[in-house]
């Protein structure tokens, strides 16, 4: 069964680059089957997309956010990952890690269970 | 202010049928299909229903989707106390390169 963790600091300070890691167990991450994508929820709120990368590199990202979102793919840790840049108080949020299916759902599933990072001086 | 607009809130009795809108745009739902979320309290999304219609395996068939031009519903019959939770539509959009654009979320009572 594909399970999905995502690991990273719970604070980050102002301005400061925010780094998160997905850690995929039970399936590999280089299947031509799957995109590997980000999404996340200011408390209180809805879901916003970040983007999503390709076990070969290929991203796409959310045009409002495109100008500070680098996601990376590591396959030989099975592992994919974010960074966000000059990030402010308005991207506390838990952030979920996703598999998205290209083939039969074309839908995000399984998720991981989320990390909640907190932005604060 | 979310791409995809849902009711905020929704509500009904054990054993009743609900139903949650989610309005888009011809450049999502209208050209593309549409997914439901399902948030309980506390816990990561689950993947609810996909292509407008259809189950994941082991999703009970009192949950069912449908889309008519720029607009999908999600019908819950025969309503249960843990169906009380938060739904979410999520679509494709065609512009500015394609993004995916969710919902705002609507949270179902179960009275």
């Known amino acids: 069964q594909l399970q999905l963790q995502e690991s990273g600091p719970g604070l980050v300070k102002p301005s400061e680059t925010l780094s998160l890691t997905c850690t995929v167990s039970g399936g590999s991450i280089s299947s031509d089957s799957y995109y590997w994508g980000w999404i996340r929820q200011p408390p209180g709120k809805g879901l916003e997309w970040i983007g999503s990368?390709?076990?070969?590199?290929?991203?796409y990202y959310n045009p409002s956010l495109k100008s500070r979102v680098t996601i990376s793919v590591d396959t030989s840790k099975n592992q994919f990952s974010l960074k966000l840049s000059s990030v402010t108080a308005a991207d506390t949020a838990v952030y979920y890690c996703?598999?998205?299916?290209?083939?039969?759902?074309?839908?995000?599933?399984?998720w991981g269970q989320g990390t909640l990072v907190t932005v604060s001086s | 202010q979310s791409v995809l607009t849902q009711p905020p809130s929704a509500s009904g009795t054990p054993g009743q049928r609900v139903t949650i809108s989610c309005s888009g745009s011809s450049s999502n739902i209208g050209s593309n299909t549409v997914n439901w979320y399902q948030q309980l309290p506390g816990t990561a999304p689950k993947l609810l229903i996909y292509?407008?219609?259809q189950r994941p395996s082991g999703v009970p068939d009192r949950f069912s989707g449908s889309k008519s031009g720029t607009s999908a519903s999600l019908a819950i019959s025969g309503l249960q106390s843990e169906d009380e939770a938060d739904y979410y539509c999520a679509a494709w959009d065609d512009s500015l390169n394609g993004f995916w654009v969710f919902g705002g979320g609507t949270k179902l009572t179960v009275l």
């Open positions: 996703a598999r998205r299916d290209t083939v039969a759902t074309l839908a995000f599933d399984p």
């Open positions: 292509s407008n219609n």
């Open positions: 990368i390709y076990y070969s590199g290929s991203t």
